[in-house]
């Protein structure tokens, strides 16, 4: 009897606990969750389906354990690291090196306008313009690695050629087909494509659509016209497209615009919307040929218009099923190619500024030493080692998620606009050094076209403006966050009780998760991160720790920031931008350390990592600090400032840890090594190698210019007079100074050089 009784009563207290419950939760409801729901509707601009589909594009990836607060480290250190194959190295070894000997970027640039024709002819037969089409049509099928990697030693050697091979692999005719084209299409087309019978280009920008792509008022129309005594169901298309790079070459054109229907003859609504045909470019009615000329540089590039251009339906990428789908198609193909193209070049003019710098620094010489121990070269040498350890460890970390099948949409993004943005950086820094000798133009120049091509990069694939404030946490903050996204797809629900059941589940998740968050992140903030997890022991344990504790920060300011501005954050770009600088540094950070690991975890390389740590964790408090200084909440601010910056603790590298970074460039040594892996050397006698060879000339000989300084011997000529130094020893100190002779002259020309007949 006992036992029964206690049964009763545990089933009574239960069934009054369950009750309690469920009073509570109708009441949160109804007196939180509801009002809430109501407000974030009027609040909250609505989704265009242009920006629906940009959102959607791709998927997630580290950025999301970034956005949650709490990273799990040993879930990125778990990634494997991006390898070649076999047949990709040979590609790499083969291939790609014989085509770096066959490229004159001066001659090209300002004697032939153009890359030679056995240049062409050479990646036809390579199929370089085939590396992401699958063997079974006829290509290299490249893993995204592999394909980075082609582009980031071409694009070292030569602009011209590492964009003429880049654009065919990124966002084109190919990577469409591959995505959404019909059997037929793909048959049909990525064999030509592969073996360079049909030349592809893309038309995506009009004089009244750049950065506003979707605003675009190039159209087709559906009709009916006759073709060889046949009426044939087709499109009218009428276009005007500018800065398309091979579009002057091009034999087939990609081209995006807005489709109608006017008559009904799919059977669907008059505006089907942004579509993307194949038109070859022979088509009547197209105009295509003309040439720009983007920052001296040559690569093919140039307008086209069509007017009254008919083509049959099966010319839209995947068929009638596809029309209307443009949009997402182009954000899907991009958000894989815009992670691989410009970051690769990027990596290359990093590591490239990195290499060529420090050894200018190490063989000229002015007041009687190397200029590269001067403290004002080496802040920039230092800078510029960093950079292109931290840029490289990025595009390998993000080649490593594409490896694995991820379309990782704000990884692309954050890589696109800070991996140009540091080349920038790394670039002006190089010019900086080298002074004169970067300055004046001619086939001894090999940093000049690097640099007038930097204003390309910043621009295209989404000009950094535009990524930097509105893609990077504009879409972030909707895709990667743990719950804003199902918020926002109920607050949108044309149901509006369903609707509300959903954004209210969602929203008391949504808030535990924020109190936790700000909890961790005030723990966090005031123990310096010596609270946080870090995945193992030893020299960089402390920055695994600094990186959770800024995480956790940027977690919570993220959410109050939305949460406070609702949908008029979209509106505040500046705040936007520094809220995705925030969340692109911990993206950038996570990579050093995992390079770090992946790499054997080198004693060596740690002033390297180092370095980027004390930079970024700089970078990120001001990033904070502007944040917290611009929100219009000025008491949640402050409260808020208390939580997660109660001090500013990183100021940047030390002065002497600069030195030390500076110091790996300016000799030879297994960390420089590591740094400027897979870089084209140089071939023969050009520029490249000469300086290349006049910096292991100057290294060699230093012992022996040491020794007759300890001497009191100025003039290793006196001393080899005197017999102090041998005959060879004076012939190897002659070698090289006739090898520092050589790399700081510049060019001249005859006074009639630059004359050119006008037209």
């Known amino acids: 009897m006992p036992l029964a009784g206690n049964s009763v009563n545990l089933v009574t207290y239960a069934h009054f606990y369950t009750r309690l419950h469920m009073d509570f939760n109708a009441w949160r409801r109804r007196r939180i969750s509801e009002p809430a729901y109501r407000w974030a509707r009027k609040a909250m601009p609505g989704l265009s389906d242009t920006e629906r589909e940009a959102i959607e594009a791709g998927d997630v990836w580290w950025d999301a354990d970034l956005f949650t607060g709490d990273p799990d480290w040993n879930k990125l250190l778990a990634v494997p690291q991006a390898t070649l194959t076999v047949a990709e190295q040979q590609f790499l070894d083969g291939p790609v090196a014989q085509l770096c000997a066959m490229l004159d970027e001066w001659d090209i640039t300002w004697h032939q306008g153009d890359l030679p024709e056995a240049v ?45 091979v880049m654009v065919p692999n990124s966002l084109g005719p190919g990577e469409l087909l591959l995505q959404f084209g019909t059997p037929e299409q793909r048959d049909y087309w990525l064999p030509r494509l592969a073996d360079g019978t049909e030349v592809p280009c893309f038309g995506l920008t009009s004089p009244e659509a750049g950065s506003d792509a979707a605003s675009m008022v190039d159209t087709g129309v559906v009709c009916r016209q006759m073709v060889d005594g046949k009426e044939v169901l087709g499109i009218r298309l009428n276009w005007h497209k500018r800065y398309i790079t091979l579009g002057p070459i091009a034999t087939v054109l990609g081209l995006a615009f807005k489709l109608q229907d006017p008559d009904g003859l799919l059977g669907g609504q008059v505006d089907v919307g942004i579509s993307v045909a194949l038109v070859p470019t022979n088509t009547p009615g197209i105009t295509i040929g003309r040439r720009h000329l983007p920052s001296m540089q040559v690569f093919q590039n140039g307008p086209n218009q069509g007017e009254d251009v008919f083509v049959p339906l099966d010319a839209l990428i995947g068929g009638t099923e596809k029309a209307g789908h443009g949009w997402q198609m182009l954000m899907s193909a991009l958000a894989a190619g815009r992670g691989i193209s410009l970051p690769s070049l990027s990596a290359a003019a990093a590591v490239y500024s990195a290499h060529v710098t420090g050894m200018y620094a190490r063989v000229r010489q002015q007041f009687g030493i190397a200029v590269g121990r001067f403290e004002g070269v080496q802040e920039k040498l230092g800078r510029l080692a960093g950079n292109a350890y931290l840029v490289e460890a990025a595009r390998r970390l993000t080649c490593a998620a594409l490896n694995q099948g991820h379309k990782p949409a704000v990884v692309s993004a954050i890589m696109k606009y800070h991996a140009t943005e540091r080349m920038r950086e790394a670039v002006n820094d190089a010019m900086d050094v080298h002074g004169g000798k970067a300055v004046i133009d001619g086939p001894s120049n090999y940093l000049g076209s690097l640099y007038r091509a930097l204003p390309i990069a910043i621009t295209v694939e989404g000009a950094n403006i535009l990524t930097r404030c509105l893609i990077i946490f504009g879409q972030g903050a909707i895709r990667a966050h743990p719950y804003l996204m199902q918020e926002v797809l109920a607050l949108g629900d044309e149901d509006d009780e369903r609707g509300l059941q959903t954004f209210h589940d969602v929203f008391w998740r949504h808030l535990a998760h924020s109190a936790k968050n700000g909890l961790r992140a005030w723990r966090r903030a005031w123990t310096g991160g010596v609270l946080a997890r870090a995945p193992s022991s030893g020299p960089v344990a402390r920055q695994y720790r600094r990186l959770s504790r800024y995480a956790s920060a940027f977690a919570l300011v993220a959410d109050v920031s939305m949460g406070t501005l609702g949908g008029a954050l979209k509106r505040r770009e500046m ?183 006008p037209g």
């Open 120 to 164: 062409w002819q050479f990646m036809r037969e390579q199929r370089f313009f085939g590396m992401i089409i699958p063997t079974s049509y006829g290509g290299l099928g490249f893993s995204p690695y592999a394909h980075s990697e082609v582009v980031r030693r071409i694009s070292a050697y030569s602009i011209t050629a590492g964009v003429t």
């Open 575 to 757: 705040l936007s931008a520094r809220l995705g600088d925030i969340l692109a540094e911990l993206y950038l950070l996570s990579a050093v350390l995992k390079r770090w690991e992946d790499e054997g975890r080198c004693h060596a390389d740690l002033p390297l990592v180092l370095w980027c740590m004390e930079d970024g964790c700089a970078r990120l408090e001001t990033r904070f600090d502007q944040v917290l200084a611009n929100l219009p909440k000025r008491p949640l601010a402050w409260v808020l400032r208390a939580i997660v910056l109660p001090v500013r603790l990183n100021r940047g590298p030390s002065d002497a840890l600069t030195r030390e970074c500076a110091d790996l460039l300016l000799a030879p040594s297994p960390t420089r090594d590591r740094l400027t892996a897979n870089l084209q050397r140089g071939e023969g006698d050009d520029v490249l190698a000469q300086l290349e060879r006049a910096f292991g000339l100057v290294n060699a000989v230093q012992p022996l210019h040491d020794k007759l300084k300890r001497e009191g011997v100025q003039d290793w000529r006196e001393a080899h007079r005197g017999g102090a130094i041998t005959d060879a020893q004076a012939r190897q100190i002659e070698a090289a100074e006739e090898a520092v002779r050589r790399v700081v002259a510049v060019d001249d020309f005859e006074p009639g050089a630059f004359a050119r007949p």
